[in-house]
Every structure is written in structure tokens, then in C-alpha cells.
């Protein structure tokens, strides 16, 4: 048989060579995981997650993040479905295959120009702002960034004031009674009673420096967790004993999230109309503002509504308040 000219081929002489992954294409379905089981996220640890079945700190399970959620980040709190062995039996692995919507994330940076946002606890309902009265002193600085990030995030935050047999709290309840934010008290030498009641069947994260009593607490509210717990250094500033986020169940229903501590709470990534947005009232006088104000009032920004709503029937106290947050997250009150 002589040789064909291009004129007398057809489809069936062409020959495709497979790729290297293989002829057939990749679908682009993913599956639909029907038979998942939900879960609450409660630690992480080097690309593993631990995992509280139907939020039950006694069905524990450890799983991994499914290749088709790609590097969909995965907090504590955050609630997920699992498949695979859910078991909980040691050396077994549950897969991650789907993160739900979240409710409320606490969010930080590194600092007030760090573009990247780390978020710290997802879903949780409170946050709870850990502050010693004495042995560190108390850091209102701190604090204000704490609320900002709370009410950026979508949280109601809680002042715990520790170490009351130590200093008296009047001065720091005068301080932040305006905010209508629930204040707990607490001694060395007592239970933390009123602090329970506030976390009881919530889901609240404790915040704070190192040094100010917050491992000490969490040990009281939730016996089995012995969290370590540290001496306050000759410079006022604690080690850091607790290393990661972990979520702990209450004995009476409920979890707290204890926190890193932390030096430093970066609020890069929240705007003034996301603090403004907590504070009634304020939010809709804001709208009247001009558009490159900063509402932080006087010289700053003469022309803000917030003075004219406060002098027409709001509360001068609670703009005060908002404005020394604004002030704090704009880095112009000290940290």
C-alpha cells in the first residue's frame, strides 16, 4: 500500500496523546458529602484538627482538611462537617470537608500596619477582656482595643477585672459604665461565681495579657484543664503560659476559648464605622458626618454629628467612651 497524502486521512488516523495526569478530564463536581456529621473545631495542632462531634466534648475526633478545601483556613470554633472515620479511636483520621458561615470572628494583627489579619476564635458569642487590677496594673489602652475588636467582630464583650483583693475596681467600673458592657469581679482567694454566670451555655474567649490570672481562671471554671499558669516578671509582663487557642467545656454547659496572651492587639483591619456600628444611635448620626471624618470631634473634626446627637438627647457619657475607643484604634492613646 503506497503512501497517503493528508487528502485521504479522516478522524480515525489521528491520535491523541493522553496527558500526563491521565485522558480522562477532571470533573469539576465535588461531592455533595450527604452523610457528613457536624462538629465544633476545639483545638489545632500541625495541620490537625480536633473536633467535638454535634458539640459534645465527649465525642472526640481528629480529622484533617479535605484536599478540596484547598487551604480554606480553620480556626477554633468554627463549626464543620466531617466524613470518614469519625471513630475517635486513636491513629484514625476524619476528613474536613465543609467550614459553615461564621457567626462572629475575633480578629487581630501583629500591629496597627500589619495587613494580615489573624483570626483567633470564630463563632464564639462573648469576649471576655481579662484585666488585672494589680500585679500588672491595669492597661486601659488595651482594653479599648480589646472592645474594638469585639465589636468590629461581632461579639459582646465582658470586662473581668481579677485580683480584686488586690486593688479596688470602683475607679475601672466608673471607666466603663457608660459602655452598658457586663463587668465581672474577681479575688484570688474566691470562686469565680459571678464570672460563671456570664459564661454559663455560651461560647465565650478570654482575652488577655500574660500575668493578669486568666490560666488561673480558666482552671477554676473548668477543673480538668490544667492550664499552666506563670509567675509576673520583674518588668510587669508575664510569660506567655498558654500557647495556642483551645476550647474548653464548662462544667455547667458552655465553652470558653482561652487565648494566647498577647502583647499587642493590632486593629489594622477595622474601620471607624465598624466600631461606630456597635453604639445605637450613634451609627445613624454618623451618616450625617462628612465623608472624611474621622469622629473624633474638636480640632480633629469639627463639623461631626456625633456632638450635635449627643447635645440633642444622646448620652455624652457614651460618646466619650466611643471616642476614646476611636482613639485607641487609631493608635493615638497608648496600647
Excluded at 299 to 320: F, V
Aim: negative net charge.
Amino acid at each position: 500500500m503506497g503512501k497517503r497524502g493528508w487528502r485521504d486521512l479522516d478522524e480515525s488516523d489521528v491520535r491523541v496523546r493522553p496527558g500526563r495526569r491521565g485522558s480522562r478530564p477532571r470533573s469539576k463536581q465535588r461531592p455533595k458529602h450527604a452523610e457528613a456529621v457536624a462538629a465544633m473545631v476545639v483545638a489545632v495542632d500541625r495541620g490537625r484538627w480536633t473536633c467535638a462531634l454535634d458539640g459534645n466534648p465527649d465525642r472526640l475526633v481528629t480529622a484533617m482538611r479535605a484536599r478540596e478545601l484547598g487551604r480554606t483556613p480553620v480556626v477554633v470554633g468554627d463549626r464543620v462537617d466531617l466524613v470518614g472515620d469519625i471513630s475517635g479511636r486513636p491513629d484514625t483520621l476524619a476528613r474536613i470537608v465543609r467550614v459553615a458561615d461564621r457567626t462572629s470572628v475575633l480578629r487581630r494583627t501583629a500591629d496597627d500596619t500589619d495587613p494580615y489579619e489573624r483570626v483567633v476564635v470564630a463563632n464564639a458569642e462573648q469576649l471576655v477582656i481579662v484585666t488585672a487590677l494589680a500585679d500588672p496594673p491595669p492597661r486601659p489602652g488595651f482594653i479599648d482595643r480589646c472592645l474594638v475588636a469585639a465589636y468590629a467582630g461581632g461579639l459582646t464583650p465582658v470586662l473581668c477585672l481579677t485580683k480584686a483583693d488586690l486593688a479596688d475596681p470602683g475607679e475601672w467600673i466608673d471607666t466603663y459604665s457608660s459602655l452598658d458592657m457586663p463587668i465581672a469581679i474577681t479575688r484570688l482567694d474566691a470562686e469565680p461565681v459571678e464570672l460563671r454566670s456570664l459564661l454559663t451555655d455560651r461560647v465565650s474567649a478570654l482575652v488577655g495579657h500574660s500575668g493578669v490570672g486568666k490560666s488561673t481562671l480558666v482552671n477554676r471554671l473548668v477543673p480538668a484543664a490544667d492550664r499552666a499558669t506563670g509567675e509576673v516578671s520583674g518588668v510587669g509582663k508575664g510569660r506567655h503560659t498558654s500557647t495556642s487557642a483551645v476550647a474548653l467545656p464548662l462544667p455547667e454547659r458552655g465553652w470558653v476559648v482561652d487565648t494566647p496572651g498577647i502583647r499587642s492587639f493590632g486593629l489594622a483591619h477595622v474601620t471607624a464605622d465598624d466600631v461606630i456600628a456597635a453604639f445605637e444611635g450613634f451609627a445613624e448620626a454618623a451618616e450625617e458626618c462628612p465623608s472624611n471624618c474621622g469622629h473624633l470631634g474638636g480640632s480633629d473634626d469639627p463639623d461631626c454629628h456625633l456632638d450635635i446627637y449627643a447635645s440633642d438627647g444622646g448620652s455624652a457619657e457614651q460618646l466619650a467612651s466611643l471616642r476614646r475607643l476611636l482613639r485607641s484604634r487609631a493608635g493615638l492613646d497608648e496600647a
